[in-house]
């Protein structure tokens, strides 16, 4: 796929083709976790491989510059492995089919995983290339970022000596990374009680919401199938209702696009109907712009049909609890513009036989502030007769102001590219944060090449971005990082 004379050029093209012939999605890296194991045995490097999978290369320095402190340069060997509809491929077992056309980098048929292999790529042609000058390297490659970062949760940092890390997971050239929010997720059970009984039952079905990453576009205005689901109810709360189903989301980290209610009402059919269809209507035209494509399916399920319901006091109860529940952006920055302080996520609700389950994401640039909505998502659920487990924590990781790297890396930027990069801090979890967690006074960076819509099937990356990438990632290594005093 990749002509010779560039990967001649360009040694990494050598190590992203033989990357996308080994099948590694997420949950399934054992076969690249030895990949690179090998590639250290060969060069005979030193290495460590976790039990996990995650391996650390150590690359000496290059010649002279033995005294300089070793930099760690970072990134996950798992990736999104999603295919077309009707792509015959086993991603389990059968590597990709990569393509070059107009200029970008593709996989036929599935997702390219340029999304984390070109940081693999990037760090096994710099330790292969003996007329690269460096100072020692530690390349740390995890499994599973794309899952929950288990890897970098997993990893023993002991081994590493390093303290500045380049984090080669950014997708997008001339913008640096320098912090991201923490986080932690949040489980509610709120249990209920049913009584079966004879009634009118009606559905409504939301649905074409725009949904979205519950980090980085969380302050987008969209719109979440659940809180509109709390909102119906709280309407229908006033026409004697009684909750049958509810089921909306799919992941806690995701804003949920749809929903459904099932529910039955004592209030004669017509009052009902004519409460759904006006507050649809109040509800389209509140979110006309926000949500264009909202979308409503309203049903008649039976009429005096026997069913079960939750009791009446448990129905009024959950539907409190949905309603009161915080969703969204909590707080902006007031130190960088534009950038989300604290925001939560109710991705998923679910009614089951024993009682309503919540999943709920919630980030924040401060721990504190992470906790306080935490507790008050405790508070609602406790409030409302449940219980709430928190787990699968990750701390954030703080921007640096006087960080030496970062002036390294703009300084060098200006030279090579004549223009300034973008700065920036994102309200989503990265590695980077977990990393800054185990290793004191870390100093990092995120950076990387273009790549174009990550996880999917038309992921691409770009050649001429992924080559002077490169080439900038080099002359970062070039010259020491001086740290002052
Ligand atoms: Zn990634």
Redesign the pocket.
């Known amino acids: 796929m990749i002509s010779e004379k560039r990967a001649k050029k360009y040694g990494f093209w050598k190590y992203f083709e033989e990357i996308a012939a080994i099948p590694h999605g997420s949950g399934n890296t054992k076969q690249i976790s030895n990949y690179l194991v090998d590639f250290a045995k060969e060069k005979g490097l030193k290495y460590v491989q976790e039990k996990c999978g995650n391996v650390i290369i150590f690359s000496p320095a290059s010649e002279g510059r033995e005294k300089e402190e070793s930099v760690i340069l970072q990134?996950?060997m798992d990736?999104?492995a999603v295919k077309e509809s009707g792509v015959e491929k086993d991603l389990e077992t059968e590597g990709l089919e990569l393509f070059m056309e107009k200029g970008f980098v593709g996989a036929r048929g599935t997702s390219l995983g340029g999304?984390?292999g070109i940081?693999l790529a990037y760090a096994l042609s710099i330790m292969a290339d003996p007329k690269a000058s460096h100072p020692a390297i530690e390349a740390v490659f995890t499994v599973n970022?794309?899952v929950g970062m288990d890897g970098a949760q997993a990893l023993d940092a002991s081994k590493l000596s390093g303290k500045t890390m380049i984090n080669l997971?950014n997708?997008k050239e001339g913008e640096l990374i320098v912090g991201c929010s923490g986080g932690a997720g949040i489980e509610c059970v709120i249990p209920v009680e049913w009584k079966s009984r004879t009634a009118n039952a009606y559905e409504i079905k939301v649905s074409g919401l725009k949904g979205g990453h519950s980090g980085t576009e969380i302050n987008e205005g969209r719109v979440s199938a659940i809180t509109i689901i709390a909102r119906f109810l709280a309407q229908l709360k006033l026409v004697r209702t009684r909750i049958i189903d509810i089921q909306a989301g799919e992941k806690d980290n995701a804003i949920a696009k749809s929903g459904m209610i099932k529910f039955i009402c004592s209030a004669p059919k017509s009052d009902v109907i004519e409460t759904v269809n006006f507050y649809a209507d109040v509800l389209k035209e509140e979110m006309a712009t926000r949500e264009p494509g909202l979308h409503f399916d309203f049903s008649v399920l039976g009429e005096g049909i026997e069913v079960t319901a939750l009791h009446k006091a448990d129905s009024e109860r959950i539907m409190d609890v949905l309603l009161a529940l915080p969703q969204g952006v909590r707080e902006m920055s007031a130190d960088i513009p534009g950038l989300v302080e604290t925001s939560d996520n109710i991705g998923i609700v679910s009614l089951k036989e024993d009682a309503l389950h919540v999943s709920a994401s919630v980030r924040s640039s401060h721990e504190s502030a992470r906790q306080a909505l935490c507790d008050k998502i405790i508070a609602v659920a406790s409030l409302g007769g449940g219980t709430c487990t928190q787990g699968k924590e990750y701390p954030g990781w703080e921007f640096e102001k006087d960080s030496p790297l970062l002036s390294h890396v703009v300084k060098n930027y200006k030279e090579f590219y004549g223009t300034e990069p973008v700065v920036k801090t994102i309200h989503a979890g990265l590695e980077c944060g977990i990393f800054a967690g185990k290793i004191k006074k870390l100093d990092c960076i995120s950076m990387g090449p273009d790549v174009n819509d990550?996880h999917t099937v038309n992921e691409r990356l770009s050649v001429a971005s992924a080559e002077k990438t490169y080439d900038f990632l080099l002359k970062l290594l070039e010259s020491e990082i001086i740290k002052e005093k």
């Open positions: 990134g996950h990736m999104v999304d984390d940081a970022e794309e997971d997708e990550i």
